[in-house]
T-cell receptor, first 113, second 112 residues
Framework: DAGITQSPRHKVTETGTPVTLRCHQTENHRYMYWYRQDPGHGLRLIHYSYGVKDTDKGEVSDGYSVSRSKTEDFLLTLESATSSQTSVYFC????????????FGPGTRLTVT | QQQVKQSPQSLIVQKGGIPIINCAYE??????FPWYQQFPGKGPALLIA?????SEKKEGRFTISFNKSAKQFSLHIMDSQPGDSATYFC???????????FGDGTTLTVKP
């Protein structure tokens, strides 16, 4: 257990509404990540953070924004949700310095109708 | 551009068989290669990892084989069990970069 929680765990929302997903960690790790997982696409990186207020884009960042005002919390916002953003979203933290692995949260299943 | 290619997409074996999942990478700057296991409804979990200065690593029934010259690595599961049925992801990372690259995953089914 890497001390990662995600909220909400399930959410159904309507097209065009903003949605915020929260990732919370208890171990004070510097790096945090947001991925989406879709059938046939594996894990795709949306955004990641390497410190408070320090974030960078991943490969599928369009339509998403992130914020990290505290070490323990990393928020993912869908500015105006679309049906193509229906997915399972995973948060992860990084353990290790030079050689590292990622530890994932339990996921949030988001459905945009 | 997919930097880590994983195959096969799905795999079915009988209990006791040895499933093999293969990954190939392009960027020689990658210097760490973890594997993750994911059960339905759960997040991926670290299974085993290897550095390119090692050709093989074993942890229990799981073995990684690494071929640096071919830029390929593979996961072998010895004496596979139905409880090993899951999706497996390979990944590659660079020690001076903040993010990893994942393969697309392999869904393994072990029949009793």
């Amino acid at each position: 257990d890497a001390g990662i929680t995600q909220s909400p765990r399930h959410k159904v929302t309507e097209t065009g509404t903003p949605v915020t997903l929260r990732c919370h960690q208890t171990e004070n790790h510097r790096y945090m990540y947001w991925y989406r997982q879709d059938p046939g696409h594996g894990l795709r990186l949306i955004h990641y953070s390497y410190g408070v207020k320090d974030t960078d884009k991943g490969e599928v960042s369009d339509g998403y924004s992130v914020s990290r005002s505290k070490t323990e919390d990393f928020l993912l916002t869908l500015e105006s949700a679309t049906s193509s953003q229906t997915s399972v979203y995973f948060c992860a933290i990084r353990r290790g310095a030079t050689y590292y692995e990622q530890y994932f949260g339990p996921g949030t299943r988001l459905t945009v109708t | 551009q997919q930097q880590v290619k994983q195959s096969p997409q799905s795999l079915i074996v009988q209990k006791g068989g040895i499933p093999i999942i293969n990954c190939a990478y392009e960027n020689t700057a990658f210097d760490y290669f973890p594997w993750y296991q994911q059960f339905p409804g759960k997040g991926p979990a670290l299974l085993i990892a290897i550095r390119p200065d090692v050709s093989e690593k074993k942890e229990g029934r799981f073995t990684i084989s690494f071929n640096k010259s071919a830029k390929q690595f593979s996961l072998h599961i010895m004496d596979s069990q139905p409880g090993d049925s899951a999706t497996y992801f390979c990944a590659a990372s660079m020690s001076n970069a903040g993010k990893s690259t994942f393969g697309d995953g392999t869904t393994l089914t072990v029949k009793p």
